[in-house]
């Protein structure tokens, strides 16, 4: 069986990779980030919800010809739109594979990848790396650029906070970069959780050891509140990073590795 449990396919993204990309949101997450601003794709499962007093459900299986149907529509648009400069030079539009944790659900998505590959179809996709080693070798395969998480580098906080194995991680991690594939780092600056000193200190570390095309840094934001609200959770409180200390972080990580550093809008 190849079906796959999504939630969104966004089509003319530009914020998911070099490009015009379509981004296929997939359901079930590893992690249980406090933070996170998708917290319908976070189970692995159709969760009814309510919003505005109407009802609804989260997510839907689709088969991977119905997916390759759709991500083609775009095709033409890809090669079009390939960076002429910066990190990604020379890097086509194509798809990239979001969540959730995609990874989870790539073994259901082998055929998928496996006709882009043989369209020449550009692929990426963000994950938090917190898989089985199988998921990320099925990926190391199929994928032409990772965007990376690095969230809590402290095993005992990683574990209690996130839900996430730090040893696997790091394993991941290692694979991930001895195959020498393009790597963007993603680093959500969340105020109480991944801001102090000493978890910004392993992170400039960490970036230093496994040095990638580029560094982005997410700002906490609140946009997925209604969603929270909308499954009958209370959303974090998030407001302690400004734009200043953003650009500060930024600036950091600029000084201690050299390498281009983006502060992203969301
Ligand atoms: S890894 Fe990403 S999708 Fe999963 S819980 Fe954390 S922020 Fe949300």
Request: negative net charge; charged residues 25%; proline residues 5%.
């Amino acid at each position: 069986m190849d079906d796959v449990l999504i939630t969104n396919i966004q089509r003319c993204s530009l914020h998911d990779g070099p490009g015009i990309r379509t981004t296929v949101f997939c359901k079930g997450c590893s992690l249980h980030c406090p933070w996170c601003s998708n917290p319908e794709n976070l189970a692995a499962t159709l969760e009814p919800y309510c919003k505005d007093g109407k009802d609804g459900v989260y997510g839907r299986w689709v088969s991977c010809d119905e997916l390759f149907a759709e991500v083609m529509k775009d095709h033409q648009f890809y090669e079009q739109t390939a960076a002429s400069s910066g990190a990604y030079a020379g890097m086509p539009g194509g798809v990239t594979f979001s969540g959730g944790e995609p990874l989870l659900q790539f073994d259901r998505l082998r055929s998928l990848l496996r006709r882009l590959r043989a369209e020449g179809i550009h692929v990426c996709v963000e994950t938090c790396l917190f898989v089985p080693i199988d998921e990320l070798e099925i990926a190391i395969e199929n994928v032409n650029l990772f965007y990376i998480d690095i969230k809590i580098l402290d095993k005992e906080r990683c574990q209690r906070i996130l839900g996430g194995d730090l040893e696997q991680y790091l394993d991941n991690l290692d694979r991930a970069f001895s195959v020498k594939k393009p790597v963007v780092f993603r680093v959500p600056v969340i105020g109480g959780y991944t801001d102090a000193d000493d978890n910004m200190k392993k992170i400039i570390r960490l970036i230093n050891q496994y040095p990638p095309l580029k560094v982005e840094l997410l700002k906490e934001h609140s946009l997925g509140s209604s969603k929270y609200l909308s499954l009958g959770r209370t959303p974090l409180q998030l407001n302690t990073v400004t734009d200043d200390m953003m650009k500060q972080y930024r600036d950091r990580i600029v000084a201690e590795t050299g390498l281009e550093t983006e502060v992203c809008k969301i």
